[in-house]
């Protein structure tokens, strides 16, 4: 089979394809023949600053081709989507079992990438703000695929107002399509009226902006990878809190939590009030001009290898 890796960190340069074996899946795992894999920009993160290499990890869709010792809720046929820990940007990828979830019958496997992790982490990252009909909520990285989930989320949980915080002006259309009232760029000197609660998937330097966005007794989740740093001083002067969300917590600690939110996102799918952004396709072999986009800040949802 074919597969991306890398041997040395570095820009998305560092990526080639090569031929493989096929893995073989052990207790508790599917073998799942791919047909879409979700780029995300914690591993874009992990090849250009990680201290080694390793596994490039990712969403993928596709149909179980085998099944291991244990395995009671798949089959081989199904058409199934997860979060591969191991070598994702492959042909052919593992999953286990309680990473793993059924793709309704009219949703594509690029959807079902860009749904399921983006839609888990929005879920989380809003149930962990506490959230409160007619609150106002500010979602930074809002053009993204998370971030764009998120929106919907604080649309439909009866935000009176939600602002959209994006890198360019060029992203305002989507974002305002997703539910969004207000735009606001992250150069801002300043971004409006204070807020309830700020959802932020970005960190770094723009957290600084984040922080101050808050209304007093305001709430900030950081769920990014980014990093970053948060001045105290800000946070007493506003009585607001800073909390941290990150999925594989709840996947590890909680799982029947975790099974109960991905429910709850196929649900919301089905309902159409959860609409997922594939921004473009590309081959398995492009895997280096996935990461290039997805650097540049220039994708306006979802970016897709098709093996």
Request: include cysteine.
């Amino acid at each position: 089979m074919r597969r991306v890796r890398y041997e040395v960190n570095g820009g998305p340069e560092v990526l080639f394809t090569e031929e493989a074996p096929a893995p073989e899946p052990g207790p508790g795992e599917l073998l799942v023949r791919s047909e879409a894999i979700g780029v995300t920009l914690p591993v874009v993160r992990e090849v250009r600053e990680g201290t080694e290499p390793g596994p490039l990890g990712g969403e993928v869709a596709g149909r179980v081709v085998a099944v291991g010792e244990g395995v009671t809720g798949f089959a081989v046929g199904d058409r199934v989507t997860g979060l591969c820990f191991s070598h994702a940007y492959a042909e052919l990828a593992l999953l286990h079992e309680r990473m793993a979830s059924h793709v309704p019958p009219k949703a594509t496997s690029a959807e079902a990438v860009a749904l399921v992790r983006g839609g888990l982490v929005a879920r989380g990252a809003y149930e962990a703000c506490r959230p409160r009909a007619g609150e106002t909520v500010l979602v930074t990285a809002a053009a993204g695929t998370t971030g764009g989930l998120a929106l919907q989320y604080a649309r439909a949980g009866g935000a009176s107002r939600v602002v959209a915080a994006v890198s360019s002006p060029e992203k305002a259309d989507l974002v305002r399509s997703l539910g969004a009232d207000e735009v606001v760029l992250y150069p801002d000197e300043s971004w409006g009226e204070p807020v309830d609660v700020v959802l932020d998937g970005v960190g770094g330097d723009v957290l600084h902006s984040a922080v101050r966005a808050l209304a007093p007794n305001g709430r900030l989740i950081a769920y990014s990878s980014g990093g970053g740093t948060v001045d105290a001083h800000q946070l007493l002067a506003r009585s607001a809190s800073v909390t941290g969300f990150q999925m594989a917590t709840v996947a590890r600690a909680q799982p029947e939590l975790y099974t109960r939110w991905l429910t709850e996102v196929w649900d919301h799918y089905r309902q159409k009030t959860l609409r997922p952004s594939v921004f473009a396709r590309l081959p398995l072999a492009d895997a280096s001009e996935a990461h290039r986009i997805i650097e540049s800040r220039r994708n306006l949802g979802k970016v897709v290898l098709v093996p």
